[in-house]
C-alpha cells in the first residue's frame, strides 16, 4: 500500500477544494508571465491549468475514498515508522523553497526523509523558483550528520520549470 503525507491531509476535502481552485487560477493568471518556465510538456498555461485541474479531481475523489492512504504530516518531523516506506518522492518542496527554508530545515527534513526511507528518497527540482541550482546541495553532500547517505543527482527529460531538469537521488550507503 502506499502513503502520502502533507500538512494539507489535516483538512477535509470540501476545504482543500475551497482552497485548490483560488490557488490554480492565480497560478494560471500568472504563470504565462513567468519566463523561468518552459512550456513542451504543458504545452501553455491553458493546457497546464486543465492537466491540473483533472489530478485535483482524481485525488479528490480517491482522498474522500481512501482517506487512510493520506497522512497529516509535516517536515521536519513526519509520523511515520523508521524505515516504512520503500520509495519517497518529494515534489517541488525543499529546494524551491530555500529563500524561504533555511539550511538546516533541509538537513532536518532529509534526515526525517531518510529515517522513515529504507530504499531510497527522490527529491525534485534541484532548483529554485528563481531556476537557478540549490546551494544547498553541495554542503548536504559534506554535511558529517548526512554522511550515512549517498547523493545523486539525476537527470529527466521533464523539464517545466527551467533547468529542472534533474532530481536528488539520496540512498543509505
Not at 492537466?51 to 517536515?75: C, N, W
Not at 554542503?139 to 529527466?156: G, H, M, N, W
Amino acid at each position: 500500500m502506499w502513503r502520502a503525507g502533507s500538512v494539507h491531509f489535516s483538512l477535509p476535502p470540501e476545504e482543500i477544494t475551497e482552497r485548490s481552485e483560488p490557488d490554480l487560477e492565480s497560478v494560471y493568471r500568472t504563470i504565462g508571465s513567468v519566463p523561468t518556465y518552459r512550456w513542451g510538456y504543458y504545452k501553455n498555461p491553458e493546457y497546464m491549468r486543465e492537466l491540473r485541474k483533472r489530478a485535483s479531481t482524481i485525488f479528490l475523489r480517491d482522498y474522500k475514498i481512501h482517506p487512510q492512504h493520506y497522512v497529516a504530516g509535516e517536515l521536519p518531523r513526519l509520523s511515520f515508522a523508521d524505515g516504512e516506506f520503500d520509495l519517497t518522492l518529494v515534489s517541488y518542496f525543499l529546494f524551491a523553497y530555500q529563500d524561504r527554508l533555511d539550511y538546516e530545515f533541509h538537513r532536518e527534513s532529509i534526515l526525517e526523509i531518510m529515517r522513515v526511507t529504507r530504499g531510497e528518497a527522490r527529491i525534485y527540482p534541484t532548483v529554485t523558483f528563481e531556476a537557478q541550482p540549490s546551494e544547498f546541495i553541495a554542503r548536504l553532500r559534506s554535511d558529517p550528520a548526512l554522511q550515512t547517505f549517498v547523493f545523486a543527482e539525476i537527470k529527466t527529460d521533464f523539464e517545466f520549470l527551467v533547468n529542472s531538469n534533474s532530481f536528488l537521488k539520496v540512498r543509505h550507503s
